[in-house]
C-alpha cells in the first residue's frame, strides 16, 4: 500500500509524556495515507463540538459584560492553547521555535492591517467590527491548525500508537478552541450552527496536511518547531491586541480575572493530562 510506514519505534512532534492505556492496545487497522486523513477530519469535527454549550443559552443574556467575560476565557483558552505549543517546540528546536513566532506575528499583523477599518466587510450576520474580529479569530485558529496537522501526520509516521494518541490528543484539545470561537462570534450575533461551521473550517487545513506530513515525513519533521512557534506567536498576537484589550474594556475586573484565570488553569490542566505539557 503506498504511504504505509513500519513504526520506528521512536516517538517526535508531540510528545507525550503520558501514555493511555487504551492506545496501547494492538492497532488493527493498517496505517496508511487514508486512515490518517480520516484521523485528522475526525479531529477537525470536533472542534465544532465547542459551539456546542451555546445550544442552551439565552440570547437574551448575551450583552457588553457577557462579550468582555467571553473574550476574556477565549484569551484564557488561547493562551494556555499556546504556552503548550511553544513548549513542545522548544523540545523540538528552541531556534526554529523563536523564527516561527517572530514569522506567526509578523503575519498576523500584515493580514490585520490589511483588513484595515473596512467598515464594509460581511461575515454571514456580522458586519464592520464584528465581523472583522470574527474574520481575525478564524484566520487565527486556521493558520494555528495547520502546524497541528504536521503534528498528526508526523506521529503517525512514528507509528500507529503515537498516531492514534495524538490524534485524541488533538481533538480534545480542539473542542475549547471552537469554544474559544464560538465565544468570539455567538455574542456577536453569529447563530450556533454557523459558529460550529467556522470551527470546523478553522481545523480543516488538519485532514489537508496531516496526510502530507505523514507521506513526506522526514521533511516535515524539521519545520515542526517552527510550524508551532508560528501557531504560537499568531494566537499570542490576537489574545494581546484584540482579545484582552476589549474583555479589559468590557467586562468587570472580577469576570475578566476569573473568566480568563480558569479558563486558562482548565486547558493547561488538560493539556497536562493529554501531553504532558
Ligand atoms: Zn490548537
Redesign the pocket.
Known amino acids: 500500500m503506498p504511504g504505509t510506514r513500519e513504526s520506528t519505534g521512536r516517538a517526535s512532534a508531540y510528545v507525550p509524556m503520558r501514555r493511555c492505556r487504551a492506545v496501547q492496545m494492538v492497532w488493527p487497522m493498517p496505517i496508511n495515507v487514508w486512515t490518517v486523513t480520516v484521523a485528522a477530519l475526525f479531529t477537525a469535527l470536533a472542534t465544532g463540538l465547542g459551539a456546542i454549550p451555546f445550544l442552551f443559552l439565552r440570547k437574551k443574556a448575551i450583552g457588553r459584560t457577557w462579550l468582555g467575560t467571553s473574550n476574556a476565557i477565549a484569551a484564557g483558552f488561547m493562551l494556555a492553547?499556546s504556552v503548550g505549543l511553544l513548549w513542545q517546540g522548544f523540545n523540538l528546536g528552541p531556534g526554529r521555535l523563536a523564527l516561527g513566532a517572530v514569522a506567526g506575528f509578523v503575519f498576523i499583523w500584515v493580514f490585520r492591517r490589511m483588513i484595515g477599518e473596512n467598515e464594509g466587510l460581511v461575515l454571514g450576520r456580522l458586519g464592520g467590527a464584528d465581523a472583522r474580529k470574527a474574520l481575525v479569530i478564524v484566520a487565527v485558529m486556521t493558520v494555528?491548525?495547520a502546524a497541528?496537522g504536521v503534528g498528526v501526520g508526523v506521529s503517525y509516521g512514528d507509528g500507529a500508537r503515537l498516531g492514534l494518541l495524538i490524534t485524541i490528543a488533538i481533538a480534545v484539545?480542539?473542542i475549547p478552541?471552537g469554544l474559544a470561537i464560538s465565544l468570539v462570534l455567538v455574542p456577536r450575533g453569529a447563530t450556533v450552527a454557523s459558529a460550529a461551521g467556522w470551527s470546523i473550517f478553522s481545523s480543516l487545513p488538519q485532514p489537508l496536511i496531516a496526510p502530507l506530513a505523514f507521506l513526506f515525513v522526514e521533511t516535515f519533521k524539521p519545520l515542526l518547531p517552527a510550524g508551532l512557534g508560528f501557531a504560537a506567536g499568531a494566537m499570542i498576537w490576537m489574545v494581546f491586541s484584540e482579545l484582552l484589550p476589549e474583555a479589559v474594556h468590557d467586562a468587570p475586573k472580577r469576570a475578566l480575572a476569573l473568566g480568563g484565570g480558569i479558563s486558562f488553569a482548565v486547558m493547561l490542566t488538560a493539556q497536562l493530562f493529554l501531553f504532558g505539557v
Do not use: D, Y
Open positions: 492553547a494555528h491548525s497541528e484539545h480542539n478552541e
